[in-house]
């Protein structure tokens, strides 16, 4: 292709259109926490650069990147690719389960391993998921949304790799994998009848899965978040250590790179699923209401965002990835304050690690093809294509 080729005026304007399209808004609170992750992880760190915030902020860059692309894709191919993505990552955790695919580490098979590298199959389904379930309610009729046997086809798309990831074991993937689907039905119009229905054995089955249906360690988890001060050095050291260390640093905090808990090396994981009890502390209440608020916009912008979609799957699609980051905040943020068992998820783009921020940057990407593209209109039906 010629130079001339590239430059032709009437696509230089449409690009030009398209990126005047992007909410920078949204983008720019993404830098931001982004931006104090790296900070916070400099200050763990010890006031060094090595070994996660300089990594945290390539990715970032690399990421972001990624997702303004992505924001270039017509939201046409992103619909003809919904069930193909599914599909391929419904495969990857199955294949999981083949002697010599899976990777083990830490008693958990999470990781499928293909040579030069090793892929988490879940984070690749959290998008795949969002996109399958947008992609079919884009077609069913408010009938089949509410109250049909239809309601089988998106539950067994949330069902069977709920299970898989469930039997990995990967609990905190489980978690929001169930409730990002459970929250895109919702949205679609689901008969509360159903919700209901499905609500009330749920509750009357939790006590029973827990004490025969997890794993120990899982069973541990969840007593020690139900009295947490009854083995304080042991299994209840996480939700101690980080309920001191959000709880010492008060309005105002410790000030930046002295907080003791995360300096002294008290505060467990500190780097991942923790750096929030570690803000807490060097910036105090103030801090941690900043980081919130920032976090509230992101959710709310998103909202709008997937509002203004004129396509049922433009909606669907960048509400549930909005779910998905939402649950990630709410989750953790819960954890690190004793609130929730501990289950290894991580504050998203605060947190050091690849497949997290993978994850939250391409479904955001979704999130501004649908800001881009919301008066495309997309056909109806269930082809794989």
Request: proline share 4%; glycine share 12%.
């Given at each position: ?362 479904g955001f990407g979704l999130v501004l093809a649908t800001r881009v593209n919301r008066y495309a209109e997309l056909p109806k039906g269930h082809s794989l294509f």
């Open positions: 292709m010629t130079a001339s080729a590239l430059t032709r005026p009437g696509e230089r304007e449409r690009l030009v259109v398209k990126i005047g399209q992007i909410d920078w808004r949204f983008t720019s609170l993404l830098c931001v926490i982004a931006g104090i992750g790296a900070m916070m992880l400099y200050s763990v760190a010890g006031g060094s650069w090595e070994p996660w915030a300089a990594r945290h902020l390539i990715r970032f860059g690399v990421l972001l990147v990624v997702m303004l692309a992505l924001s270039m894709v017509h939201l046409k191919w992103w619909f003809r690719l919904s069930y193909p993505i599914y599909g391929v990552a419904l495969l990857m955790l199955a294949a999981i389960e083949v002697p010599g695919l899976g990777y083990t580490a830490m008693g958990a098979t999470r990781w499928l391993d293909v040579g030069v590298t090793r892929i988490q199959p879940s984070e690749i389904m959290k998008i795949g998921l969002v996109l399958a379930l947008a992609r079919w309610y884009h077609s069913a009729s408010a009938k089949e949304a509410s109250f049909h046997w239809k309601l089988i086809v998106p539950a067994a798309m949330i069902g069977l790799p709920f299970l898989l990831v469930a039997h990995q074991p990967d609990l905190g993937s489980a978690m929001l994998l169930g409730l990002t689907g459970a929250a895109i039905m919702f949205m679609a119009g689901l008969s509360w009848k159903i919700i209901a229905g499905v609500t009330v054995p749920t509750l009357v089955a939790v006590p029973f899965y827990v004490m025969f249906g997890m794993h120990d360690y899982q069973r541990h988890r969840v007593l020690t978040f139900l009295n947490p001060e009854g083995d304080p050095t042991g299994t209840g050291y996480h939700i101690t250590q980080s309920k001191i260390a959000m709880g010492s640093g008060g309005l105002l905090g410790k000030g930046y790179g002295l907080g003791s808990q995360s300096q002294l090396e008290f505060l467990p994981e500190k780097h991942t699923d923790f750096i929030f009890a570690a803000l807490s502390e060097e910036f105090g209440f103030l801090g941690s209401f900043t980081v919130i608020a920032c976090y509230i916009a992101i959710i709310l912008i998103a909202l709008r965002i997937a509002s203004l979609s004129h396509s049922h799957y433009g909606r669907l699609g960048a509400a549930g990835v909005t779910a998905t980051f939402a649950l990630y905040v709410l989750i953790n943020g819960a954890m690190v304050m004793g609130l929730a068992p501990v289950v290894g998820v991580p504050m998203p783009l605060l947190s050091y690690g690849g497949t997290v921020m993978l994850t939250v940057m391409i």
